[in-house]
């Protein structure tokens, strides 16, 4: 992959509906949803999408959560060798994510998304 990553977010409702109702991947700290993108994949670009529900705490605690799943990320994707650009992907995270260690997640993030067929 290359060093500039673009992440083109998912727009609208009937796209997330498209992708929660595909395939998915789960871990403690998040679940990945995915499917297949309907034109060709773009070389430095993208489709995902990181959410964090209200119920995990307030606006603040939610966007620290999906800055640290953004930037993680985008260290695990250039990290692996094997991540699939085929797909559009819907990252949810789960509350352990709040007071886990980064590197945890670049982990786990690397070996979910490597892991994607």
């Known amino acids: 992959m290359p060093k500039t990553l673009k992440f083109e977010s998912l727009k609208g409702n009937s796209e997330f509906k498209k992708i929660l109702s595909a395939k998915k991947v789960s871990s403690d700290l998040f679940t990945i949803y995915y499917a297949n993108k309907e034109t060709a994949p773009e070389i430095n ?4 999408s990181f959410v964090s529900a209200k119920k995990l705490g307030n606006a603040v ?6 800055r640290r799943l953004k930037m993680a990320a985008r260290k695990a994707i250039t990290e692996i060798d094997s991540f699939n650009n ?7 995270a789960k509350s352990k994510i709040y007071d886990v260690d980064f590197n945890k997640i670049v982990q786990e993030l690397g070996y979910k998304f490597g892991s994607l067929k």
């Open 45 to 48: 670009k993208i489709h995902i």
């Open 61 to 66: 605690k939610r966007n620290k959560i999906r």
């Open 86 to 92: 085929k797909y559009k992907y819907a990252v949810f």
